[in-house]
């Protein structure tokens, strides 16, 4: 499974991806730039995106090489042996994706080939950023659902009009206090929610 969460700092994301995914999954891994993700397991970059991207990418290779890839427990290994790692990597999390996954850099090797193979790996993919506009578009194409808080500016808006006609007037009315959000299907039908309506096993 593959999603993307979009939504200005402060609309409820972050909060969403930890209480919803973070704290359900103990096998999990968090990209996290800006050192936001205490108490959960994490990689903090040591390089800056703004600063140094062709660094930052090299070393978000060395992370998937390291600690991703030995991880996962793939289809084919669980084939191989008949058996089932219980302590495998299940789910990767990349906050701020824009930084590592730019809308007009060429997308990370490493990254592609596990979004290519996240279903033969047995893993699944969240990505947040700020802005439809600032996200790689393979990521926002190949998402299983997209999750949208409150979004400004006339690009981001219309990102979303693209996808559904409707969207971007429904995300025009969302109410940012009580963090509501659209989700996406695969099919781009969306719903309103709010974390106390989403259902439970909704991605299941």
Do not use: C
């Amino acid at each position: 499974m593959r999603i993307s969460i979009i939504g200005l700092q402060g609309s409820g994301k972050t909060h969403f991806a930890k209480r919803f995914f973070l704290q359900k999954e103990p096998y999990h891994l968090v990209f996290d730039p800006n050192n936001e993700y205490g108490g959960f397991n994490r990689y903090v970059p040591h390089t800056r995106a703004l600063e140094d991207y062709d660094t930052l990418s090299q070393e978000v290779k060395l992370m998937v090489k390291r600690l991703v890839l030995p991880n996962i427990w793939s289809i084919e290994k669980k084939a191989a042996t008949g058996k089932e790692k219980e302590k495998r990597l299940k789910l990767l999390v990349f906050d701020e994706a824009d930084l590592i996954m730019p809308s007009r850099k060429q997308f990370n090797f490493s990254l592609r080939n596990l979004w290519v193979n996240s279903r033969h790996y047995r893993l699944d993919l969240i990505t947040l950023t700020r802005r439809p506009t600032d996200l790689n578009t393979y990521v926002m194409d190949t998402s299983d659902f997209l999750i949208v808080f409150n979004i400004a500016g006339h690009n981001a808006l219309r990102v979303l009009k693209d996808i559904q006609k409707d969207a971007a007037d429904a995300v025009k009315n969302l109410n940012y206090r009580k963090y509501e959000f659209l989700v996406f299907d695969r099919a781009r039908k969306f719903e309103k929610f709010t974390l106390d309506t989403i259902a439970e096993d909704y991605f299941s």
